[in-house]
């Protein structure tokens, strides 16, 4: 695999962190899975006096894909962060892609935070039926997680789904439409606020 380091011509916002302006940076990074990934593009982001805000890493299918929103330094520009990560590129065979992101883009609505889990037998079209109700209904999906779990045999799709009710939202409405729609994807659904603790 020949590493890569896409670029973004957008330019970041400064934004104050106590005294020091910052600007930010998506960064996203997938190669096949090995140690030391993780530890590498982070040095990076320490020698370059970078904060790492938030984060998702995983393991899917055997590569490892990391997603994280960094602060910059005032005067740290996107090529000069981008050079940085080429050793790790290089030395994981990672693809790397760095985008300045806009400060002043609003921040996702708040509301109710809920779960929707899904678990059934795997077939095509599963997320896109849960996501366009969802969507249908003003709720935000704000994380997603899929697998495909059980034996060769019988496999089994599990999807957790982390979302926001709309202020006012009515969930039992909610959770009495994923129903129905399971039972039309022959799969069980299930709707339940988070956990207080879930990040």
Not at 16 to 29: D, E, F, I, L, W
Not at 54 to 70: C, E, P, Q, W, Y
Not at 169 to 181: I, K, M, S, V
């Amino acid at each position: 695999m020949t590493p890569s380091v896409a670029c973004a011509s957008s330019s970041c916002s400064p934004r104050s962190v106590g005294s020091r302006p910052v600007g930010h940076y998506a960064v996203s990074a997938v190669g096949a899975d090995r140690p030391g990934i993780v530890a590498a593009v982070t040095g990076v982001f320490l020698e370059q006096g970078c904060n790492l805000e938030d984060t998702s890493m995983t393991i899917l299918r055997g590569h490892f894909a990391m997603m994280l929103v960094v602060a910059a330094p005032d005067g740290l520009g996107q090529a000069v962060l981008e050079t940085a990560l080429a050793g790790p590129a290089a030395d994981f065979e990672l693809v790397v892609a760095v985008r300045a992101i806009d400060d002043d883009v609003p921040v996702s609505p708040e509301g109710e935070s809920w779960t929707v889990s899904v678990y059934g037998a795997d077939r095509p079209g599963i997320v896109h039926r849960v996501a366009s109700l969802l969507a249908g209904n003003a709720v935000n999906i704000v994380d997603l997680t899929t697998r495909v779990i059980g034996d060769a045999a019988r496999p089994v799709y599990a999807m957790i789904l982390e979302v926001t009710l709309p202020a006012g939202g009515d969930a039992a409405a909610l959770e009495t439409r994923l129903a129905d729609l399971a039972a039309d994807l022959g799969v069980e659904c299930s709707l339940h606020p988070s956990e207080a603790d879930i990040l």
